[in-house]
C-alpha cells in the first residue's frame, strides 16, 4: 500500500511540475501577458540597441551615402559607416577619387549635406592593396548595399576588405527591426552574399588592443 502511495505521490508532482513550467513558458514573455518575445535571428547576430537607435534616425540609406558622396567626389566608393560623431549623425565614405587620390567624406545622416572632406595621401600597403582590390571589383558599394538591405535589414556599414583574406571581399553590417546586428560578406565579382562566420564576425572589435 505504501508503494503505490509513494508512486501516486510522485506522478502527481511530476504534473504539477510540468504545469508550473508550462505557465513560465506562457507568462513569462514580459508584462501584460502579451505575446512570447521574438526567438533571435538565425546568423552571427548580437543585439545592439544604440545602433538599433542610429538606423532608425538615419534618414540617408547606405546608397543614396554612396551617391552623395560620388556628387562630390567622382571616383568609386570603397567604404561608408553610419557612425555618432561630434556633428552629430553621420556616414563616413572612403572614395578612390578620379583624380587618384583618397578622399575621406563625412555626410549628414539626415540631408545627405557634406559637412567635411578631407584628402588622404597614399603612404603605405593598406591603400595599395585597396586600390588594386577596386580595381578587380565589377561590383560597387552602393550595389552590395541594395542586396544586402533587402533581405537582411537595415545596412550600417560596408568594406571591401583585403588585409584578413587571401581574396578581397565586401564586409557588410546590418541590423534588424528586433536590433540584432549581422555581418555579411559578398564577392567583389559576382556579389553574392553569404553570411560571416560566426568566429570572423566581430573580429575588428574583439580583436582591438
Known sequence: ????????????????????????????????????????????????????????????TAPQAAAAALKAVPGRVSGLDLD???????????????????????????????????????????????RAALDTARTDAA????TAAAGHGTVTSVELDDDHRAQAVWEVETITKDGMEHKLLADPRTGALRTAPTHDAYDDEDGDD
Not at 512570447?36 to 543585439?47: F, S, V
Not at 572612403?94 to 583618397?102: A, E, H, I, Q
Not at 578631407?118 to 603605405?124: A, I, K
Request: charged letters at 30%; glycine letters at 14%.
Open 143 to 146: 550595389g552590395i548595399a541594395r
Open 1 to 60: 500500500m505504501k508503494r503505490h502511495l509513494v508512486i501516486a505521490t510522485a506522478a502527481a508532482a511530476a504534473v504539477l511540475a510540468v504545469g508550473t513550467v508550462t505557465a513560465v513558458a506562457v507568462g513569462g514573455s514580459g508584462s501584460g501577458g502579451g505575446a512570447p518575445a521574438a526567438a533571435p535571428a538565425a546568423g552571427n547576430g548580437r543585439q545592439d540597441t544604440e545602433d538599433l537607435r542610429e538606423a532608425r534616425a538615419a534618414r540617408v
Open 84 to 130: 555618432r560623431d561630434r556633428p552629430g549623425l553621420v556616414w563616413d565614405v572612403d572614395v578612390l577619387g578620379k583624380d587618384g587620390r583618397w578622399h575621406e567624406i563625412t555626410l549628414d545622416a539626415r540631408t545627405a549635406r557634406v559637412l567635411d572632406q578631407s584628402t588622404d595621401e597614399e603612404n603605405d600597403d593598406d591603400h595599395g592593396r585597396g
